[in-house]
Structure formats: structure tokens, C-alpha cells
């Protein structure tokens, strides 16, 4: 999601005890850094090489023994684009905002000293204006008695500006990569609940989205392998389906009501399954 694209090496093992042993099953997906490698294509997109620069070597190694996942493709460009692309102007605003709040509260966020003197004691005003050049480091000064120091605070509304542009970009951002804010965010404005129950719902329906894309690409590129090296298929027979699916907080409230339930009758929800399917 962060660079468009991702590569994964295929790794198998033979399974060496249970249900099913002897067979060759995944032993894991070993992602590879997207910076250090390039993807060759023909004239219509098709993949046909991943090229690793490590060692300066550009090897070049056969596709089907990745898992190549492509995330907002364009026009069948195997690149993609970024889930932090949207994002990325909010981002950088963001970013100059939180620089100009840093240096206005270091101008400003103290109040403004003014010291007073006597005009015809010129000792005097020396020794003001170098206790109120360590007004910035040390919190007490010491000067003549004559001598008087006053705190001027200077009333301006940047802060409630910049606090105010960082909370909209913010927003911005959360939008950009989940599709909503409010679920993420408190209110205690009358109906702030419903509405970020309905943005819960909009950001699940993205991650819905996306689980059925990350699960079309694993039954092309894994699945089919798997089946393969195992079994071999007549032609009347199909693939196995992988499904996935997001998970939402009212699926996990009625689990834990469920369970719950099966606990005050004495049952577990695993043993009542394995009994059902006995």
C-alpha cells in the first residue's frame, strides 16, 4: 500500500506429519523490498521479470515464483499507486503548519518583557537589557532596585488558526487513506455517535474493498500453485476460492455474546462446532 506495489517470494515445504502430510504446502511469503527491484513488462503490461539490483547484480528472476500484488491499478500498470499519495499534500501542509506553530509559540508563546529605568543611569540600562536577555533561559533575574520589569502578553489568534488547520488536514489525511474520520475521532455533539457509526461504515466498506482484491490476487498467483503441486485437476473440477473478509466491531459484539451464552451453559463454542460437525 505504501509504494503502490508489492513483491513476495513463494515459499513451499513438504508438510511432515497430520492430515496432510507429504503434501507441499506454504511455508511462508517472504516480502522483498519494492526499491531494490524493478518489474519488466512487455508492450501490454504483462509482467515478465523481477529484476533485483542487490549487489549490484540486476538478476532477473521468473514472476510466478512471486506473489506480485498491485494496489489503484492504472491502465494495467503493474506499479500502482500509493494508498499515501492522496494523502501526501495534507501531509506536507501539515508539516510546514506544525514548523510555523513551533516558531510562534517560541516568539510568542512567553509573554513580551519591558523593562523601565531611569534615563540619566546608564548602568542601569546595561544591566536591564542583559537580565532580559537571560529572561529566555532562567526564570529570575537581578537588578537594581530602581530598576522595574514588566510581562506584556500579546493576545493574536494564530494559535486557535494553526490548531485549526492541523485538525482539518487530519481529518484529510484519515479520509485520504481510510475513506472517513469521524469513526476515529471523539464528539460530543448531539448525534456524533450515529454519524461516526455511518463513517465506520464507509471506512469497513474500503477495507471490504480491498480484502477482495488481496484475496483475487492470492487465488491467481497461490492458490492455483498450491493446488497444482498437490493434485491434478480433471477438467470439470475448480480452483479452491480463498475469501476474506474485514473484521467489524458488531460481528465481534454478537461473537462475544454468543460465547458468552455457550459459557453460561457450561458449552464451549469450539467442542459445540466439533460436536455439530461430528
Not at 26 to 34: P, Q, W
Not at 147 to 167: F, G, H, K, N, P
Request: hydrophobic share 40%; net charge negative; with cysteine.
Amino acid at each position: 500500500l505504501v509504494d503502490g506495489f508489492s513483491v513476495s517470494e513463494k515459499l513451499f515445504r513438504v508438510q511432515p506429519r497430520g492430515k496432510w502430510r507429504g503434501k507441499l504446502v506454504l511455508d511462508a511469503l517472504k516480502g522483498k523490498d519494492v526499491d531494490k527491484l524493478r518489474l519488466t513488462a512487455d508492450e501490454f503490461w504483462n509482467i515478465r521479470g523481477v529484476v533485483s539490483y542487490v549487489k549490484a547484480i540486476n538478476e532477473a528472476f521468473d514472476p510466478a515464483e512471486f506473489v506480485i500484488f498491485t494496489y489503484q491499478q492504472v491502465f494495467e500498470n503493474p506499479i500502482g499507486n500509493s494508498e499515501l499519495r492522496a494523502a501526501y499534500r495534507a501531509y506536507i501542509i501539515k508539516d510546514a503548519c506544525w514548523r510555523l506553530r513551533a516558531r510562534y509559540l517560541d516568539k510568542f508563546g512567553a509573554p513580551i518583557m519591558v523593562g523601565k529605568y531611569d534615563p540619566t543611569k546608564a548602568d542601569d540600562k546595561r544591566a536591564l537589557e542583559n537580565a532580559l536577555e537571560l529572561t529566555r533561559s532562567m526564570t529570575w533575574m537581578a537588578l537594581p532596585e530602581d530598576v522595574q520589569v514588566e510581562a506584556l502578553s500579546i493576545s493574536s489568534s494564530a494559535t486557535s488558526d494553526y490548531e485549526s488547520a492541523i485538525r482539518d488536514l487530519n481529518q484529510e489525511i484519515s479520509m485520504a487513506i481510510t475513506g472517513a474520520f469521524l469513526q476515529s475521532t471523539e464528539g460530543s455533539s448531539t448525534g456524533a455517535r450515529s454519524i461516526g457509526e455511518v463513517h465506520e461504515r464507509t471506512a469497513n466498506a474500503q477495507k471490504w474493498l480491498l480484502s477482495q482484491q488481496i484475496a483475487a490476487c492470492l487465488n491467481e498467483q497461490l492458490v492455483r500453485d498450491i493446488v497444482d503441486l498437490n493434485y491434478a485437476l480433471r477438467e470439470e473440477e475448480d480452483y479452491p476460492v480463498l475469501t476474506l473478509e474485514p473484521v467489524v466491531q458488531a460481528d465481534l459484539q454478537q461473537a462475544v455474546t454468543v460465547d458468552q451464552g455457550l459459557a453460561n451453559l457450561g458449552l464451549e463454542r469450539v467442542h459445540l462446532l466439533a460436536e455439530l460437525e461430528g
